[in-house]
Every structure is written in C-alpha cells, then in structure tokens.
C-alpha cells in the first residue's frame, strides 16, 4: 500500500521538524512518540533508549543511516533507535502534507518482520529461523555481522517504490 508525501524542500522540512522539536522541550524522542509518528512507528517494537538522527562521521558506517536526505522530491529526515540491548532500527519522518509521519522500511533493515520487533539479546529460536531465512547467516555469530544485515541502497529503494507524491 503507498504512502504519500507532500513535496517540500529539505529546509521546509527542517524547520517543520525543528518546530516540533521546541515544542517538545528539543527531545527527538518525544517527538517520536507523538501523533501520528507515534503510530506509524509503533508497527515495529522498538526502544529509544539510544537513537541518532543528525549526521556524523564518528559514526562509522552507521552515521550512513542519518540525516536528511533526498530521493527526487520526497525528502524525510533518516534516524534510527534501539535500547541498549536491541539492534537498531531505521526510520523515516516525512511530510504528507498534514501531518510528520513516520516510516519503518523493512527492505535493508534489521528487525524480525515476523514478530515485528528489533533483535534483542535474548535471541530465540524464531529469531535464529528469521535471521537464517532472511540474511542467510546459519551460524549463532550473526551478531558479529550487523553490519551486513543494514543495507541503505535496499531501504532507499523500498523507500523510493513505496511513497507517492500527493499534489
């Protein structure tokens, strides 16, 4: 099913965010958990014990994962968040004209699609089955792959087929 968007510059949407934000003391968080961000993002159960949403380099290769960013004129603002003990999950907030919205692409993410929820530390068997089918990794190690479980040209992609533009 398509999402639409609204057709706004990334300084447009920089400030929608930034007005959000000081309504909401400056917490990413809070503003995450809020109208309809809230319920578009609480399809995949996930903490924001630690999130990130602004671009650096320190961040290796997952500072790849955050920002604002572009595709054609549909531009969102990237993030991800996680709790200490779950892998990270990425996300989109996005303007549809009305409303932010919030967007969790499955394509290039990490998280069970099944149970819809991050990987945590307590690993279980439907995990296992999950990350074998999905990310081909047959051993227990796949924590030690992360990295190759994250794929941003797979989410861009899955991001670029899936939202319309609304005029």
């Not at 099913?1 to 057709?7: L, Q």
């Not at 967007?103 to 929820?117: A, D, L």
């Amino acid at each position: 099913m398509a999402r639409y968007y609204k057709s706004i510059t990334q300084q447009q949407l920089e400030i929608l965010i930034s007005a959000e934000l000081i309504k909401c003391n400056g917490e990413f968080d809070d503003l995450c958990h809020q109208g309809k961000i809230r319920n578009d993002l609480n399809k995949v159960n996930f903490d924001f014990e630690n999130f990130e949403y602004e671009y650096s380099e320190d961040r290796g290769w997952k500072g790849d994962f955050v920002g604002y960013k572009a595709l054609g004129d549909f531009n969102f603002l990237m993030a991800y968040a996680g709790g200490d003990w779950e892998h990270p999950v990425v996300f989109i907030i996005y303007y549809d004209g009305k409303d932010l919205r919030g967007y969790v692409p499955k394509s290039g993410n990490c998280w069970n699609y099944k149970t819809k929820e991050a990987f945590g530390n307590d690993i279980n068997d439907e995990d296992q089955k999950f990350i074998e089918k999905y990310f081909k990794l047959t051993d227990n190690t796949w924590s030690e792959h992360i990295d190759i479980m994250y794929n941003l040209d797979d989410m861009l992609a899955e991001i670029g087929k899936h939202f319309v533009r609304k005029d």
